[in-house]
């Protein structure tokens, strides 16, 4: 069978950039996230709170617990109990050797949430 080549348009294609987050999360992170992130953050001297192997001692962020991944919603993912103060060594440690994790508590499995809510059922 015998193909004819694609024409070719003297126009490129037009692209728009991917927006990095909706305006609903945007304002969610905007009022609620970043606020507390930079209060856990403070001046940056604090002391990681997971420990791993691989500690390097200072708070650099924080750990979801209850990730969105695991069943958590948005509510549920940014609830002060569910974030934890790290440094990015522990939080990768915890996404590698999540069997290690859940042992110590600091992953959760989503099973009885109330994803509404982001408690126990």
Known sequence: MKRSPMKRSSKPMKRSR????????????KEVRVPYVKQVLGNG???????SPDCTHFVQGVH????RGRGGGIIAVHKEDNLVPCC????????E????AEEQGWLIKGEGIDYKQGESA
């Open 18 to 29: 991917l927006k990095p987050r909706s305006k609903k999360m945007a304002k969610f992170y």
């Open 45 to 51: 001297r604090k002391p990681c709170v997971i420990r």
């Open 64 to 67: 979801e617990r209850l990730t």
């Open 88 to 95: 990015h060594s522990c939080n990768r440690y915890v996404s």
């Open 97 to 100: 050797h999540s069997n290690w």
